[in-house]
């Protein structure tokens, strides 16, 4: 047995270290940055080959992109889905490519038009894959949330980066040249996924196009008789119309309005941009808020007064300033619409009406983008930017009494949304994101003395929250630890089909709220991608985070993260060779143990009773009860495992109090020769030891 340096990493640093995930999100920002890279330079030179009515079609993209969705969807569902991201970015890169070439040779501009929309159809399939794909790359189920929070900084920062080298490149290279980036951007995309395999298997049951139409056609159902709901959609829609109508009328201001010249666009959208991660700890304030509708109102009515003043601006710089405060609202409005649907619409029909949201967002973004056209004709540029932003203002203030119906519909979930932001596993997720999981708990209410989860079964309860009462967690008929209000428990359920670690027993009346699998990974990887349970059911990579490893421990559930990053601090990581022992069976060894990697096997007098797999800890019993090791643990591989000393163990315990950081304190130390039996326990298997 060889030990290695003490360990101290935290989550971050270990999502860092987890080159799959690098690697797709670095493939996802080289996509969004040559997407726009794309959009940009081809919507420009539209301008000057003709007018208005060329921009206002290439900002159309978006329409056909949301119908082709409907197909392209399917390809994460009955392919391996790193494949569908590589064989993306492929396409994208010939197409790109195509267009260089047709700009190249002058052809006629409706051959680079076409290609743009080809490119926006195919591109389709890139998110729906990758949403389903990092499960089976993360490690945890907090490794998970920070993905995909890392995936939403890279969208968002590759639009405005991506739009930002887009005007600056057609400002100054000929325009093949300056399309061609957006080619080399795809062909980076491409080489980073490729070989990254997924472990999870593509899903046996083909939904199609019929399947996707009729969720389209529930999620209307699931809307008619719900005025709210409808509003809501209503008001997303009239955000993605401001966003098409600035696609089109954005390029022709800044160069015929505001002087920008052709680099003028990309300066205005990378200004939107940097707006919208300004909102990212600004919409930190709106969890827990009682006005969400308001917030959404608000911020509608700063995009379209902003809107409204680039049209009077007499400089280019005001219209810059102007455009970092509408990309706050743009980022404000999209959290806080889609944070208080999932307060409003029922958790069965969550899917499918952001689903259709999602589509209808899309096309009447596409569609707003050749309006564009007609108000310059009617209005001139000026007009037609102060007129598309006096009306929005006019519908929201018109609405102004449907903003305060809904906030007074939308505050039943208040109380599990304090509780739910209070989980660390949840930090890193937005404020609608941290909804969409709220929305989806499945409140429970047991009495006293009842299992909620039995140690050595599996289940498909997934993840519980106390909500009131008192529960105890027991390994093998020993307490190890009390939760109370405010604690989760099951988390390693979330990403993988594994036995239960320990029996959670209720000791008074119980609240909990429940969080299946499924419903986890589609509130995390956001509302828009239905991942099925089958999708979610990933097995995922060995953890490596000691941090994250403790706090899945039943031992230290509860315990801050202050706490366990000084007890991960504190432990060393062992190897251990193939067919020697890890413990043995009668010694009085104070340390626990978590294995990392390798298999182990459980014996108890030279008899078998289970076997160990990474992510599976033992020991603890003997840590808190202060007893002798009743079971030997041997390697039945090579194993790596994380040894954690028994008195940090117990310092954490006890700081945290109650019944068993008393146990810790109180129980005195054992003698050598020692020799114990574990209590069979109500409901457990008499064959179960203590280690």
């Not at 971050?12 to 080159?19: C, F, G, I, S």
């Not at 202050?562 to 504190?570: F, G, M, N, Q, S």
Request: glycine letters at 12%.
């Amino acid at each position: 047995m060889r030990s290695r340096d003490s360990v101290d990493a935290g989550l971050a640093r270990t999502a860092l270290r987890n080159a799959a995930i690098k690697r797709v999100v670095g493939a996802f920002a080289a996509v969004t940055v040559g997407e726009w890279v794309l959009g940009t330079t081809v919507a420009v030179h539209a301008y000057a080959v003709g007018g208005a009515v060329l921009v206002g079609l290439v900002g159309l993209r978006f329409f056909p992109a949301a119908v082709a969705g409907l197909f392209t969807a399917q390809f994460a569902e009955t392919h391996r889905r790193d494949i569908v991201l590589t064989a993306t970015a492929f396409t994208r890169t010939i197409v790109s490519g195509l267009t260089v070439a047709a700009l190249a040779t002058k052809l006629p501009f409706a051959v680079p038009l076409g290609l743009v929309w080809i490119d926006a159809m195919i591109g389709s399939a890139y998110r729906p894959a990758q949403a389903t794909l990092l499960p089976s790359l993360v490690h945890s189920p907090s490794e998970f949330a920070a993905a995909s929070a890392l995936t939403s900084l890279a969208k968002s920062s590759g639009q405005m980066f991506g739009a930002l080298a887009g005007g600056l490149l057609v400002a100054g290279l000929p325009i093949e040249i300056a399309v061609s980036a957006s080619t080399g951007l795809y062909a980076v995309s491409t080489l980073a996924t490729i070989g990254l395999r997924s472990a999870a298997p593509p899903l046996r049951a083909r939904i199609g196009l019929g399947g996707r139409l009729r969720r389209m056609r529930d999620g209307l159902a699931a809307l008619s008789g719900d005025r709210e709901a409808q509003e809501i959609v209503a008001f997303a829609c009239l955000r993605s119309l401001i966003r098409g109508l600035w696609m089109s009328l954005g390029v022709v201001a800044s160069l015929e309005l505001l002087g920008l010249g052709k680099a003028g666009f990309g300066v205005l959208m990378a200004a939107a941009g940097a707006g919208a991660l300004l909102a990212i700890p600004l919409s930190a304030l709106l969890v827990g808020k009682r006005l969400l509708a308001h917030w959404l109102a608000g911020a509608l009515v700063a995009c379209g007064a902003l809107i409204a003043a680039i049209g009077g601006a007499v400089a280019g710089g005001a219209a810059v300033v102007f455009m970092v405060g509408w990309g706050m609202g743009m980022a404000i409005s999209d959290v806080a619409g889609q944070a208080v649907l999932f307060r409003v619409v029922a958790p069965s029909a969550i899917a499918r009406v952001t689903g259709l949201m999602e589509s209808g967002k899309l096309m009447f973004e596409g569609g707003a983008a050749m309006l564009a056209p007609l108000a310059v004709l009617v209005f001139g540029i000026r007009g037609a930017l102060i007129f598309a932003g006096a009306l929005v203002v006019a519908i929201v203030i018109a609405g102004a009494r449907s903003f305060t119906r809904i906030d007074r519909r939308a505050v039943g979930r208040l109380e599990a949304l304090h509780l739910v932001s209070g989980v660390e596993l949840f930090h890193r997720l937005r404020v609608d994101l941290l909804e969409g999981v709220v929305a989806r708990l499945r409140p429970l209410s047991l009495a006293a003395e009842t299992d909620v989860t039995r140690q050595g079964e599996r289940d498909d309860g997934g993840w519980y929250l106390v909500g009131s009462g008192r529960l105890a967690v027991l390994i093998d008929g020993y307490t190890v630890n009390e939760l109370q209000r405010g604690d989760g428990f099951g988390e390693i359920a979330l990403l993988r089909d594994r036995p239960r670690a320990a029996t959670v027993r209720s000791l008074t009346d119980v609240e909990l709220f429940a969080l299946d699998r499924a419903s986890f990974m589609t509130a995390v990887a956001g509302g828009d991608i239905d991942l099925s349970a089958d999708a979610a059911s990933a097995t995922g990579a060995q953890i490596e985070d000691p941090a994250e490893l403790l706090r899945q421990t039943p031992i230290l559930q509860g315990i801050g993260p202050k706490a366990l990053a000084l007890v991960a601090h504190h432990s060393s990581i062992l190897e251990v060779a193939s067919g020697e022992e890890i413990i043995s069976e009668g010694e009085l060894e104070d340390a626990f143990y978590i294995l990392l990697a390798g298999r182990a096997r459980v014996l108890v007098a030279g008899e078998t009773r289970r076997e160990l797999l990474p992510g599976d800890g033992f020991g603890e019993i003997a840590v808190l009860h202060r007893v002798p090791r009743s079971a030997t643990v041997l390697a039945l591989e090579d194993c790596r495992l994380l040894s954690v000393p028994g008195a940090d163990l117990r310092e954490a315990v006890k700081a945290r109090g109650g019944m068993i950081g008393r146990l810790a304190a109180d129980v005195p130390e054992p003698s050598v020769d020692q020799k114990i039996r574990a209590p069979a326990g109500p409901g457990l298997d008499d064959a179960t030891q203590p280690l």
